[in-house]
């Protein structure tokens, strides 16, 4: 008995270190800064954290990695998933093509390349071109394309370049025809799009920041116009407005270049829209709306009307036509009014319309005629989403992309003169989809309320309180999570995990009504909803406490932080991924401002106290067994500064006296999401997070 008992005790202790040993975390200075908010003071012990270009930051950072690093070495099956990973990341990855002139472009990654490359074909019955490889910008791929925009004739194409995952942007030019660069530079481009208009377009952008670009606020945002040839000082200013520099200004022009439609947000939902006549010498915008409760989002235009797509007497969506020569609301047309499903997108394409709508997360897709006519649907395989669409007025073929949990996207070509669907671009994958299923399940809420998720799993398995759960949720800022693809998770589900998907409320699954009643005040029904999920899948017997992990990125990140300090006992495993932990004090960084009208602001005494209860960093405990944890962010992320993990980690570390890990890697030359990330960075990324989430739940590899 006793030597047995030693057996296992060295077995424990030599061959898995990483179980028997619990981390030494470093031990970082506290401050004694505190504020007090409506009476209350609130110790702010991290906030030199704030400033990650100290050298007691950069120090903590690497002594932190060091940590994280050497725990996750000790995972002895680390490698082998990490090959089994890249093995499954080893696929071509295509974009859904977009007609520039006569031509069509589309991005192609043949497997592993850290960035995809752009293609041209002349016509679809030519074969495609590599045409730009942005790979060679950068020797690790960390300088990407974040958008590409071209003239209407295809002349010329505009690039958005962001480098180590940074929301500014580099905007250079080249012609189409001999990939020949423009010699200008434009500089401190940010939340911005191409607008163009004869031999230039208008874009977005802030003054130059200073040292400080990657945590100053966000301020005064302005749209210019530049003309082909020339420098970034002769850019003329379009529109500005002083008196009020937290709102953010969008340009764009429709397919005709008739119009600018201008538009301004004060926040993450709501804008303002004035319309100005291009073909009017001297003409003026034109207020539309100014209210900013209600979204506008420009469809294109049609003759004289102006086409969006709006919330306005509408919390699903519907479609409306507006003249600027008479814009007040009793002259707008609704040309498709509201469903009992959710209008996402409208595209004109050729002499018709392509709706996109989704119905309990799952995308559909619908040709109208521009009078608001119905004619065909598009058929879709199953639970998935269309995740682009692009459509010209001068095609009768357009282009989609479709993707469902356990496959990529699919790119279709559609041809509206004979409504017939074919195959553009499908890849030939390292496993075989079939062997998964999806279904979707609905589950009540703390009040009662219906809330929809997706289970994916092997086809025909069992569900049973041993089997290993990763339950993954959002809610927030209008946002739907609809069936997207992810390798990762493929490892996961080959080894008999269930992948979880919850639908909360904060988004827009169900429109502005489902998206409002997660916010402010109510946000605590996203983390009841989240909490909800869990308890049904351990109430149903699909897995258990011991095996059930969350995840979840951004607002995600919150919403992990949040449920892992409300519920603790419910969660063996907790992944909170740039992360927003600090509620007090996140409107004072960069964009973070725009995130009010969802979170609301320490600023006001009512929303301060709701936001208090729930902030993750100062609600943490001391005798609390939390979950394993492993925080996720980025040296980089300019939208949710790494300071709120930094502080959330180290009060965690501080706080927490139990066994299990509490760490936290620091990505470098990264930003805040996987968009742009060298696939090289993902790969490495995701195999240290999905090894300490099979350590902890008792997988193997």
């Known amino acids: ?49 704030e400033d990650d270009n100290s050298a007691e930051t950069k120090k903590w950072v690497t002594e932190e990695n060091v940590v994280t690093q050497n725990y996750l070495s000790k995972i002895p099956f680390r490698d082998s998933l990490k090959a089994r990973m890249s093995a499954l990341w080893n696929y071509p990855k295509y974009s859904a093509p977009i007609k520039a002139g006569k031509r069509y472009f589309y991005f192609k990654n043949d497997g592993l390349q850290n960035q995809p490359v752009l293609y041209m074909m002349p016509g679809l019955n030519y074969v495609p071109m590599a ?25 010329y ?24 660069t423009l010699p200008e530079i434009i500089n401190w481009v940010k939340f911005s799009g191409v607008a163009w208009k004869d031999s230039g377009f208008y874009y977005s952008r802030y003054d130059e920041p200073g040292a400080d670009a990657l945590t100053k606020r966000n301020e005064n945002h302005k749209i210019y116009y530049h003309k082909l040839h020339t420098s970034q000082l002769d850019d003329s200013l379009v529109w500005q407005d002083a008196e009020h520099p937290l709102r953010i200004f969008s340009a764009s ?32 915008p034109v207020v539309i709306t100014d209210k900013f409760t209600n979204q506008f989002s420009l469809v294109g235009s049609i003759g004289k009307e102006v086409l969006f797509i709006t919330d306005y007497k509408a919390p699903r969506y519907r479609l409306i036509a507006v003249n600027p020569a008479l814009p007040s609301e009793a002259n707008w047309r609704e040309v498709v009014s509201q469903q009992n499903d959710i209008l996402q997108q409208v595209s004109l394409a050729g002499k018709d319309m392509v709706l996109h709508y989704m119905k309990d997360a799952s995308s559909h897709l619908y040709i109208y005629d521009t009078n608001g006519k119905w004619k065909a649907e598009i058929p879709l395989e199953t639970f998935g989403t269309v995740s682009e669409l692009n ?39 390292p496993y075989n989809p079939a062997d998964y299923e999806t279904q979707q399940i609905f589950y009540t809420s703390k009040d009662q309320t219906k809330i929809p998720m997706f289970l994916v799993h ?82 149903e017997k699909y897995t258990s406490p011991s095996k059930l992990a969350i995840s979840g990125r951004s607002n995600g990140g919150l919403l992990v932080g949040a449920a892992m300090i409300q519920r603790p006992e419910l969660f063996k495993v907790a992944l909170p991924a740039v992360g927003v932990m600090d509620m007090l004090r996140y409107q004072k960084f960069t ?78 030359e990264a930003g805040h999401g996987a968009s742009g990330k060298p696939t090289g960075k993902m790969i490495e990324e995701q195999s240290d997070i999905f090894s300490f989430l099979f350590y902890h739940l008792g997988m193997k590899l």
Request: no cysteine.
């Open 131 to 155: 045409y730009f490889d942005q790979n060679k910008l950068s020797t690790d791929g960390t300088v990407n394309i974040q958008s590409i925009s071209s003239d209407k004739n295809g002349n």
């Open 157 to 180: 194409m505009a690039f958005m370049l962001s480098k180590a995952g940074s929301d500014w942007n580099e905007m250079r030019i080249k012609e189409t025809a001999n990939l020949k």
């Open 591 to 668: 964009i973070g401002w725009s995130w009010a009208n969802d979170y609301g602001t320490s600023d006001k005494e009512d929303e301060f106290k709701a936001i208090y209860k729930y902030s993750p960093l100062h609600n943490l405990k001391e005798n609390i067994n939390y979950p394993a944890t492993l925080i996720t962010t980025a040296d980089h992320d300019d939208r949710v500064i790494p300071a709120h993990s930094f502080k959330f980690a180290a009060t965690l570390q501080e706080k927490y006296k139990g066994e299990n890990p509490m760490l936290i890697r620091i990505d470098t």
């Open 391 to 429: 459509t010209s007025i001068s095609d009768s073929l357009f282009f989609f992309s479709f993707t469902t949990f356990t496959a990529p996207p699919t790119v279709y070509r559609f041809n509206l003169n004979n409504l017939r669907l074919y195959k553009q671009f499908q890849t030939k994958l």
């Open 1 to 49: 008995m006793i030597k047995n008992l030693l057996a296992v005790l060295f077995l424990n202790v030599f061959l898995n270190p990483a179980i028997a040993q619990t981390p030494v975390y470093p031990a970082p200075q506290k401050g004694t800064v505190s504020d007090n908010y409506f009476g209350v003071t609130v110790a702010d012990p991290y906030r030199w954290m």
């Open 458 to 539: 092997k086809k025909g398995m069992k569900l049973t309180p041993e089997t290993p759960t990763l339950l993954f949720g959002y809610g927030g800022f209008n946002i739907s999570k609809t069936p997207e693809f992810k390798p990762e998770r493929l490892v996961f589900l080959e080894q008999g995990g269930l992948f979880v998907m919850a639908n909360l409320r904060g988004g827009g699954e169900y429109g502005d009504e489902w998206h409002k009643a997660g916010t402010k005040l109510l946000k605590q029904n996203v983390f009841d909803d989240f909490i909800g999920a869990a308890e049904y899948l351990i109430k």
């Open 253 to 284: 022009t429709t397919d005709d270049e008739h119009f600018l439609v201008i538009s301004a947000s004060e926040g993450s939902s709501g804008n303002s829209i004035m319309i100005q006549d291009l073909t009017k010498k001297g003409s003026k």
